[in-house]
């Protein structure tokens, strides 16, 4: 298990949110943490700690007025650590090429290619195909709904019909390089993780996956460890002393490298 950092950029700044409380309308959030640091500060302490693969989430739709704010601190992060970070949110086949011509090792897509509650396969290859599989992340963000969990797009306000089990991830591993999941109802809470959904993930091997939501102690580092068999990738967010958490970064950063403390 290795530790995946973020940047989350919501109207023009680095914040930590809770992920369900996202709204379009109004440019709404709520917040758990905004950063007196650009996102350019994190990508450089992220490149002087030689972490790698972690994520730069905008929060803002294209057609938010903060939206171009948002994408000046991506920029100036992908400036400051190139080729170390992904960048996801309103990822599309008009815009990935431009992220990665800045410094994107990968991007990250969802609402695009789960449009209208479905998989457009079409719009999927197109991309995989622009791009190659390998610059490209699957974000399954997926929340519960009649015991099953469903992927959600559109900054994680919309169920689509997919449900998020190891056959939509074997169907989907040979067009990307990795899968990102949110799990959108603990996200940001820092209250725990959501342990099926670990458990879940634990046992598919096929492709690199990173883990988000919910880690707010190491006791639940070392849950997810155990039902992640070691393999599945970390994201803390909220609870991380960068964010104004508890976790410190100087220890988990070292998760998954000979240096790592035990959690």
């Not at 991506?74 to 090429?97: C, D, E």
């Not at 997926?142 to 449900?163: A, E, L």
């Not at 799990?183 to 883990?211: H, M, N, Q, W």
Request: aromatic share 10%.
């Amino acid at each position: 298990m290795q530790f995946r950092p973020c940047i989350d950029i919501h109207n023009g700044k680095v914040k930590q949110i809770v992920g369900g409380s996202l709204k379009d309308t109004g440019n709404q959030a709520k917040e758990n943490f905004v950063s007196e640091q650009d996102a350019a500060w994190y990508a450089s302490q992220y490149r002087k700690d030689g972490i790698h693969g972690g994520h730069i989430i905008l929060l803002n739709p294209e057609s938010s007025e903060y939206y171009a704010a948002d994408v000046a601190q991506a920029l100036g992060a992908l400036t400051a650590y190139p080729g170390g970070l992904q960048i996801g949110g309103g990822i599309h086949i008009g815009n990935a090429r431009r992220f990665l011509d800045a410094g994107a090792s990968h991007v990250i897509v969802t609402s695009y290619v789960f449009k209208d509650g479905k998989i457009h396969f079409d719009r999927l290859k197109a991309l995989s195909e622009l791009i190659g599989s390998e610059h490209l992340v699957l974000d399954l963000s997926c929340r519960k709904k009649d015991n099953d969990y469903y992927i959600v797009t559109d900054r994680w306000q919309k169920f689509t019909s997919v449900k998020m089990n190891l056959e939509t991830m074997e169907m989907l591993s040979p067009y990307c390089d990795e899968f990102l999941i949110h799990a959108v109802d603990v996200e940001g809470k820092a209250s725990g993780i959501e342990k099926p959904l670990a458990k879940l993930l634990g046992s598919f091997t096929a492709r690199p996956v990173t883990y988000a939501g919910g880690v707010g102690s190491f006791e639940d580092l070392r849950i997810l460890k155990e039902l992640g068999q070691n393999h599945i990738n970390v994201t803390i967010g909220s609870a991380l002393d960068l964010f104004g958490g508890p976790i410190p970064y100087e220890t988990v950063k070292y998760l998954g490298t000979e240096n790592e403390v035990e959690v």
